[in-house]
């Protein structure tokens, strides 16, 4: 049995413990609200976005007279793809990372068993760190996005990982990160960036059958000059979309994890007073065994 003086010491120690991971729950919680107003925010707009641009897509491929030939619409066959996996850069976060690694290790195994040719681009240190340890094949690692997360930083990342699509050098992009459901639910989303996904039919809809049917779309300036601004901003809008989604749910994912480690710190902490009061009380019942006996020595 271990000493009353090295049971104090575990407690002071679990109880300092128990301060950090209850402040970073507090610090996790405050950060969370505003990362969700963001996310709330932007999130209809992203999808709208997209929406919009593959129906815009869809009517141009549908007419003879308006070919799509926005080169980040081009459709080649897959021989090689890059995957952008979105991770943190800090642990404690339960399995964020893990699922999202493995989420996009499980994607990168598929596509070499099919025969396609993967790159790997990372933003965050645990998934480049995951990646490098299996020796994949990391295209580019992103770092310090997580310091000052803006528009700008989607706009920086979109055009690296946009040159090889450019270039012909990969024929699709697949994007990789968590979508953020609450502070305790968090959903790993993969999904392709391009080419451009055709918009899901919608069941049982007459009346947007109707509409997809005898839609028109009139283009001011012009057809070229439309892609060419809404194209590079979708692009951008869902990159932006995917970090916000990943940050909000990194927080939740602390929060959770934290408010978890301040729990079993309390269950320790009971359960290391409960063996120091009993050990108290072997060493206080030894101590009166000895006086006992000794006293009944004396006598005789």
Known sequence: MPSLKAIRRRISSVKGTQKITRAMKM??????ARAQQRILALRPYAVRTAAVLADVVQALAESESTPTDHPLLTRRTETRALVLVVTTDRGQVGAF??????AAERLWREKQEAGVDVQIATIGRKGRDYFQRRKAPVFHAFTGVWESLDFAQARRIARTVLMPFLRGEVDSIYLVYNEF???????VVVEPLLPLAPPPAKEGDSGAADWEKHREFLFEPDKEALMERLVPMYVEVTLLRSLLESMASELGARMTAMDSATKNASDMISRLTLEYNRARQAAITTELMEIIGGAEALRE
């Open 181 to 187: 459901k609450s502070a305790m639910s968090q959903k």
């Open 97 to 102: 990372n893990t699922n999202i690694a493995r």
């Open 27 to 32: 610090v996790a919680g405050a950060r969370l």
